[in-house]
């Protein structure tokens, strides 16, 4: 690859990356936001403590396709519609003007295909309403020949997450 070729290729995955943090922050709904960012077999993972699932049942389980393919797959029992849904049964995210850094400063390596970003959110249980503030990393990866993100890990505070939703 080409130098200008990798530049080309950086600034379309930040343009993908940037248009899909600022979905989320916008709170778009995330149907809208797999379909606009995501390929049709994108896979998210957030990683944390499988101790932790009883309370946060989308930590450490990889979702994979959409919502839309299970009917044509029944194999297919956790989708990325499936995160979003337990993510937001379970939390709630209130974002301020500081969540989402400048896109020129989310890390991106076109050799390896990815994207790193660091937000800052306020988060609430659902269930207590007790809320806490945290810093969490998304890493992007396997974008397609149309830089659909296919790939979505999450590193964030489960400890935070797990106590804020338990009695």
């Given at each position: 690859m080409t130098a200008s070729h990798d530049s080309s290729k950086a600034e379309a995955m930040r343009d993908?990356?940037?248009t899909f943090c600022k979905a989320f922050v916008a709170g778009s709904p995330p149907s809208e936001t797999l379909d606009k960012c995501f390929t049709s077999n994108a896979k998210i993972l957030e990683h944390g403590p499988t101790w932790a699932t009883e309370r946060l049942p989308f930590?450490?389980?990889t979702f994979q396709g959409r919502s839309s393919q299970k009917f044509a797959n029944a194999s297919l029992k956790n989708?990325?519609?499936?995160?979003?849904?337990?993510l937001t049964s379970v939390l709630s995210?209130?974002?301020s003007d500081d969540t989402m850094p400048p896109k020129e400063e989310f890390m991106v390596d076109p050799k390896r295909g990815t994207v790193t970003i660091k937000l800052h959110a306020n988060f609430a249980s659902i269930r207590?309403?007790?809320s806490w503030e945290e810093d969490f990393v998304y890493v992007l990866?396997?974008?397609?020949?149309?830089?659909k993100i296919g790939s979505q890990e999450l590193w964030a505070d489960?400890?935070?997450?797990?106590m804020a939703v338990g009695d």
């Open positions: 993908t990356a940037e930590l450490g389980i989708t990325c519609d499936d995160y979003y849904d337990l995210f209130h974002p207590t309403g007790k990866s396997e974008f397609d020949e149309d830089y489960p400890l935070s997450a797990w």
